[in-house]
């Protein structure tokens, strides 16, 4: 019987909005000359980051919906299982993106589970981080974006360019991971070696969630009390969907006001001005991007997004009433005529 070789895996955690998906892309469609797997998880229940994942040549796994960490684990265990068992499909490097309020010590502690330990090995944990968001964190969510910190082996503090130069120069002051190596990028443009063959020591234990003794219970940005959390219970998730086309200047003005403690929302979009092309709809806090991409390439054009927030915050009617608003005029009277 042939022996076959660990496969290393690369999690890729951060909060959400951090730039997860565009380093994923950015590493996928790069010259790393791997056969590579993705596992993709998202907090909702459309999963659009599958969507978002645009190399044609890796196999991409859309794991349930939930957090990785605290509901879906059985799922993860299966889709691995499966990857493992078909030689067909067998990967040469293994990446699993976390949703954005996924612990990756979790992640990382069920990889090493008896079924998997001979067949796969943690390359390294990949942390992004919204430098422009960072400080706007309420408590409950800074102590989750710092737990995801306090297991990286690489920091990507992405979206440098939004920062002014007194932020940047404050940010960098109150870093102190010692033990992390901290990699400054813009659109989550990093060097494909600094990514890939991290090699973290296998002897390493994963720091526990409940330990106490994480780098992040002194660093700066605020002192926490490590008591496991059951991230489900923090968020709420909400999706939406339409057929109907929307206007463009009253999409942005919806997103423009929706309240704080809506985190993310993200989408594929069929807006009126750009009928032939996807846009894809990215909201990080106060910021908003809507952006026209590919065609639709024979698909039926229609609008699909994920809205996550604090819970019990959100109004799941309003928001539904504030977006059927955004139905492009025309194309609504021509739907109902």
């Not at 909702?44 to 980051?49: K, P």
């Not at 299982?81 to 067909?88: C, E, H, Y």
């Not at 994963?206 to 940005?221: I, K």
């Not at 991409?293 to 699909?304: I, K, R």
Request: charged share 20%; with cysteine.
């Amino acid at each position: 019987m042939t022996q076959q070789h660990s496969i290393p895996v690369t999690l890729v955690a951060g909060f959400l909005g951090a730039g997860k998906t565009t380093l994923l892309n950015h590493l996928l469609n790069s010259d790393h000359g791997r056969r590579m797997a993705v596992m993709v998880n998202d907090f909702g229940a459309i999963n659009i980051d599958s969507q978002l994942i645009v190399s044609q040549t890796q196999t991409t796994v859309s794991l349930a919906n939930g957090c990785i960490c605290c509901t879906v684990e059985g799922d993860l265990i299966a889709q691995l299982s499966t990857l493992l068992a078909d030689p067909q499909k067998r990967p040469e490097h293994l990446v699993i993106e976390a949703s954005g309020v996924s612990n990756p010590v979790k992640i990382a502690n069920t990889l090493r589970y008896p079924q998997f330990r001979q067949s796969l090995h943690i390359d390294g944990i990949l942390t992004v981080v919204d430098a422009a968001q960072f400080d706007d964190l309420d408590s409950d969510m800074t102590r989750l974006a710092t737990e995801q910190l306090d297991a990286a082996d690489i920091i990507i503090l992405n979206k440098t360019d939004l920062l002014t130069p007194d932020q940047h120069t404050s940010l960098k002051a109150r870093w102190l991971y010692p033990n992390a190596r901290v990699i400054e990028s813009e659109y989550g443009v990093v060097p494909l070696e600094l990514l890939l063959g991290v090699e973290r020591k296998v002897t390493a234990e994963p720091v526990s969630p409940d330990s106490g003794n994480s780098p992040a219970s002194t660093m700066a940005f605020g002192t926490f009390r490590a008591v496991p959390l059951h991230h489900d219970n923090l968020f709420d998730t909400w999706s939406w969907q339409s057929d109907i086309p929307l206007n463009l200047k009253a999409l942005r003005k919806v997103m423009a006001n929706l309240p704080a403690t809506i985190y993310r929302a993200k989408g594929i979009c069929h807006v009126a001005e750009a009928h032939d092309q996807k846009c894809i709809l990215h909201l990080v806090g106060a910021r908003c991007e809507i952006t026209p991409t590919e065609p639709w390439n024979g698909q039926t054009p229609g609008t699909q997004l994920i809205v996550i927030g604090k819970r019990g915050t959100m109004d799941a009617n309003n928001l539904r009433m504030l977006l059927e608003a955004c139905h492009d005029e025309v194309e609504t009277k021509a739907a109902i005529h």
